[in-house]
Protein backbone atom coordinates (compact mmCIF):
# COMPACT_ATOMS: atom_id res chain seq x y z
CA UNK A 1 0.00 0.00 0.00
CA UNK A 2 1.33 3.38 -0.79
CA UNK A 3 2.20 6.16 2.06
CA UNK A 4 0.21 9.68 1.22
CA UNK A 5 1.20 12.34 3.53
CA UNK A 6 -0.29 15.87 3.59
CA UNK A 7 0.79 18.69 5.05
CA UNK A 8 -0.45 20.79 7.19
CA UNK A 9 -3.14 18.20 8.40
CA UNK A 10 -5.65 21.13 9.76
CA UNK A 11 -5.82 25.18 9.73
CA UNK A 12 -7.67 27.68 10.58
CA UNK A 13 -7.34 30.62 8.56
CA UNK A 14 -8.79 34.33 7.88
CA UNK A 15 -10.71 35.37 4.82
CA UNK A 16 -8.91 36.53 2.02
CA UNK A 17 -5.59 34.86 2.77
CA UNK A 18 -4.36 31.58 0.95
CA UNK A 19 -3.33 28.29 1.97
CA UNK A 20 -1.14 25.92 0.33
CA UNK A 21 -1.65 22.32 0.68
CA UNK A 22 1.09 19.51 0.70
CA UNK A 23 0.81 16.44 -0.93
CA UNK A 24 4.01 13.88 -0.99
CA UNK A 25 3.83 9.88 -2.03
CA UNK A 26 5.80 7.43 -1.25
CA UNK A 27 6.03 6.41 -5.00
CA UNK A 28 6.74 7.68 -8.73
CA UNK A 29 2.79 8.49 -9.93
CA UNK A 30 1.46 10.16 -12.98
CA UNK A 31 -1.21 11.70 -12.02
CA UNK A 32 -2.40 12.59 -8.29
CA UNK A 33 -5.75 13.67 -7.48
CA UNK A 34 -7.00 16.40 -5.31
CA UNK A 35 -10.77 16.13 -4.15
CA UNK A 36 -12.65 18.30 -1.48
CA UNK A 37 -15.53 16.93 1.33
CA UNK A 38 -17.47 19.84 2.55
CA UNK A 39 -18.82 19.06 5.98
CA UNK A 40 -21.26 16.29 6.10
CA UNK A 41 -20.77 16.03 2.24
CA UNK A 42 -18.85 13.47 -0.03
CA UNK A 43 -15.97 13.85 -1.89
CA UNK A 44 -15.59 16.05 -5.17
CA UNK A 45 -12.97 15.68 -7.49
CA UNK A 46 -10.89 19.35 -7.84
CA UNK A 47 -8.45 18.66 -10.21
CA UNK A 48 -6.17 16.09 -11.19
CA UNK A 49 -2.52 16.97 -11.42
CA UNK A 50 -0.02 15.33 -13.93
CA UNK A 51 3.70 15.65 -13.88
CA UNK A 52 5.17 17.85 -16.51
CA UNK A 53 1.80 19.50 -17.53
CA UNK A 54 -0.92 21.70 -16.06
CA UNK A 55 -3.31 20.48 -14.28
CA UNK A 56 -7.25 19.61 -15.59
CA UNK A 57 -9.89 21.19 -13.65
CA UNK A 58 -13.20 19.71 -13.27
CA UNK A 59 -16.44 21.37 -13.56
CA UNK A 60 -16.75 24.39 -11.14
CA UNK A 61 -13.20 24.58 -10.03
CA UNK A 62 -10.73 27.27 -11.55
CA UNK A 63 -7.16 27.45 -11.54
CA UNK A 64 -7.34 30.93 -10.02
CA UNK A 65 -9.10 29.57 -7.16
CA UNK A 66 -7.13 26.31 -6.69
CA UNK A 67 -3.83 26.49 -8.15
CA UNK A 68 -2.20 23.22 -8.56
CA UNK A 69 1.58 22.53 -8.70
CA UNK A 70 3.49 19.21 -9.68
CA UNK A 71 7.09 19.48 -9.85
CA UNK A 72 7.99 15.84 -9.80
CA UNK A 73 6.59 12.40 -9.54
CA UNK A 74 5.83 11.82 -5.74
CA UNK A 75 5.00 15.38 -5.00
CA UNK A 76 1.74 18.36 -5.36
CA UNK A 77 0.88 21.24 -4.01
CA UNK A 78 -2.75 22.66 -4.12
CA UNK A 79 -3.57 26.02 -3.33
CA UNK A 80 -6.95 27.45 -1.73
CA UNK A 81 -6.56 31.48 -2.68
CA UNK A 82 -8.64 34.53 -1.52
CA UNK A 83 -10.61 32.19 1.06
CA UNK A 84 -13.89 32.57 2.19
CA UNK A 85 -15.93 30.45 4.77
CA UNK A 86 -17.24 28.72 2.14
CA UNK A 87 -13.90 26.76 1.83
CA UNK A 88 -14.11 25.31 5.16
CA UNK A 89 -13.65 21.85 4.04
CA UNK A 90 -11.41 18.86 3.78
CA UNK A 91 -8.98 18.45 1.28
CA UNK A 92 -7.60 15.29 0.07
CA UNK A 93 -4.79 13.89 -2.45
CA UNK A 94 -5.10 10.59 -3.91
CA UNK A 95 -3.66 8.55 -6.08
CA UNK A 96 -3.85 4.96 -7.88
CA UNK A 97 -1.36 2.13 -7.14
CA UNK A 98 -1.43 -1.57 -6.36
CA UNK A 99 -2.51 -2.84 -3.33
CA UNK A 100 -3.42 -5.93 -1.89
CA UNK A 101 -4.40 -7.44 -4.91
CA UNK A 102 -5.88 -5.12 -6.69
CA UNK A 103 -5.37 -1.29 -8.31
CA UNK A 104 -7.00 1.24 -5.93
CA UNK A 105 -6.89 4.45 -5.23
CA UNK A 106 -5.49 5.47 -1.92
CA UNK A 107 -5.86 9.04 -0.07
CA UNK A 108 -3.82 10.99 1.89
CA UNK A 109 -5.14 11.83 5.49
CA UNK A 110 -6.79 15.15 4.12
CA UNK A 111 -6.14 18.89 5.40
CA UNK A 112 -8.92 20.37 7.50
CA UNK A 113 -9.50 24.00 6.59
CA UNK A 114 -11.49 26.64 8.69
CA UNK A 115 -11.74 29.84 7.35
CA UNK A 116 -13.35 32.72 9.91
CA UNK B 1 -30.49 13.39 -10.83
CA UNK B 2 -27.24 12.61 -8.83
CA UNK B 3 -24.35 10.52 -10.54
CA UNK B 4 -24.00 8.34 -7.99
CA UNK B 5 -26.84 7.91 -5.58
CA UNK B 6 -27.26 6.11 -2.16
CA UNK B 7 -29.70 6.33 0.56
CA UNK B 8 -27.76 8.88 3.37
CA UNK B 9 -28.89 6.89 6.35
CA UNK B 10 -28.19 6.33 9.49
CA UNK B 11 -29.13 2.67 9.39
CA UNK B 12 -28.99 1.96 13.25
CA UNK B 13 -28.90 -1.68 13.41
CA UNK B 14 -27.73 -4.21 16.62
CA UNK B 15 -24.72 -6.35 16.63
CA UNK B 16 -24.97 -9.61 14.49
CA UNK B 17 -27.47 -7.85 12.03
CA UNK B 18 -27.23 -8.39 8.67
CA UNK B 19 -27.86 -5.16 6.68
CA UNK B 20 -27.81 -4.18 3.12
CA UNK B 21 -27.12 -0.82 1.51
CA UNK B 22 -27.84 0.00 -2.37
CA UNK B 23 -26.30 2.85 -4.91
CA UNK B 24 -27.26 3.76 -8.20
CA UNK B 25 -25.27 5.39 -11.18
CA UNK B 26 -26.57 6.99 -13.96
CA UNK B 27 -23.59 6.68 -16.37
CA UNK B 28 -24.13 3.60 -18.25
CA UNK B 29 -20.26 3.14 -19.50
CA UNK B 30 -18.96 3.18 -15.97
CA UNK B 31 -16.56 0.70 -16.19
CA UNK B 32 -15.14 -0.10 -12.52
CA UNK B 33 -17.13 0.33 -8.96
CA UNK B 34 -16.67 0.11 -5.00
CA UNK B 35 -17.57 0.16 -1.91
CA UNK B 36 -14.77 2.47 0.30
CA UNK B 37 -15.36 2.72 3.91
CA UNK B 38 -14.66 6.47 5.94
CA UNK B 39 -14.85 6.13 9.50
CA UNK B 40 -15.21 9.44 11.31
CA UNK B 41 -12.45 12.18 11.06
CA UNK B 42 -10.58 9.63 8.51
CA UNK B 43 -9.97 9.27 4.79
CA UNK B 44 -12.14 7.00 2.74
CA UNK B 45 -10.26 3.43 2.73
CA UNK B 46 -11.25 1.03 -0.26
CA UNK B 47 -13.67 -2.08 1.32
CA UNK B 48 -13.59 -4.23 -1.64
CA UNK B 49 -14.03 -3.34 -5.46
CA UNK B 50 -17.83 -4.75 -7.17
CA UNK B 51 -17.26 -7.27 -9.98
CA UNK B 52 -20.11 -8.14 -12.33
CA UNK B 53 -20.60 -11.84 -10.96
CA UNK B 54 -20.81 -10.41 -7.72
CA UNK B 55 -18.34 -10.93 -5.02
CA UNK B 56 -17.64 -11.78 -1.27
CA UNK B 57 -14.84 -11.08 1.36
CA UNK B 58 -15.76 -12.33 4.69
CA UNK B 59 -18.91 -10.86 6.18
CA UNK B 60 -19.22 -8.57 3.27
CA UNK B 61 -20.95 -9.29 -0.22
CA UNK B 62 -20.81 -6.93 -3.34
CA UNK B 63 -23.74 -7.70 -6.29
CA UNK B 64 -23.36 -5.40 -9.55
CA UNK B 65 -26.15 -5.50 -11.72
CA UNK B 66 -25.38 -3.51 -14.99
CA UNK B 67 -28.62 -3.64 -16.53
CA UNK B 68 -30.33 -1.57 -13.86
CA UNK B 69 -27.03 0.19 -12.86
CA UNK B 70 -27.61 -0.98 -9.17
CA UNK B 71 -24.96 -1.62 -6.98
CA UNK B 72 -25.21 -3.19 -3.52
CA UNK B 73 -22.91 -4.03 -0.19
CA UNK B 74 -24.04 -6.62 2.25
CA UNK B 75 -23.00 -6.87 5.45
CA UNK B 76 -23.59 -9.88 7.77
CA UNK B 77 -23.01 -10.34 11.05
CA UNK B 78 -22.44 -6.83 11.94
CA UNK B 79 -19.64 -5.71 14.51
CA UNK B 80 -19.67 -2.59 16.45
CA UNK B 81 -16.51 -1.90 14.09
CA UNK B 82 -18.59 -1.83 10.97
CA UNK B 83 -19.75 1.81 12.01
CA UNK B 84 -19.00 3.25 9.62
CA UNK B 85 -19.76 5.64 6.80
CA UNK B 86 -19.68 3.54 3.76
CA UNK B 87 -19.15 5.24 0.17
CA UNK B 88 -20.27 3.80 -3.34
CA UNK B 89 -18.23 4.80 -5.66
CA UNK B 90 -18.16 4.65 -9.05
CA UNK B 91 -15.05 4.92 -12.17
CA UNK B 92 -15.59 6.74 -15.33
CA UNK B 93 -13.15 7.44 -17.97
CA UNK B 94 -9.89 8.27 -17.16
CA UNK B 95 -9.30 6.95 -13.95
CA UNK B 96 -11.85 9.56 -12.52
CA UNK B 97 -13.61 7.97 -9.47
CA UNK B 98 -17.41 10.06 -8.34
CA UNK B 99 -18.13 9.18 -4.98
CA UNK B 100 -22.19 8.53 -3.68
CA UNK B 101 -22.84 10.24 -1.03
CA UNK B 102 -22.38 7.58 1.38
CA UNK B 103 -24.69 5.57 3.94
CA UNK B 104 -23.94 6.01 7.11
CA UNK B 105 -23.83 2.67 9.34
CA UNK B 106 -24.25 2.42 13.21
CA UNK B 107 -24.04 -0.52 14.67
CA UNK B 108 -25.47 -1.14 18.38
CA UNK B 109 -24.46 -3.31 21.23
Known amino acids: SAVISQKPSRDICQRGTSLTIQCQVD?????MFWYRQQPGQSLTLIAT?????????ESGFVIDKFPISRPNLTFSTLTVSNMSPEDSSIYLC?????????????FGPGTRLTVL | RKEVEQDPGPFNVPEGATVAFNCTYS??????FFWYRQDCRKEPKLLMS???SGNEDGRFTAQLNRASQYISLLIRDSKLSDSATYLC??????????FGGGTRLMVKP
Open chain 1, 94 to 106: SVWLSGTGTYEQF
Open chain 1, 27 to 31: SQVTM
Open chain 1, 49 to 57: ANQGSEATY
Open chain 2, 27 to 32: NSASQS
Open chain 2, 50 to 52: VYS
Open chain 2, 89 to 98: VVNGAGNMLT
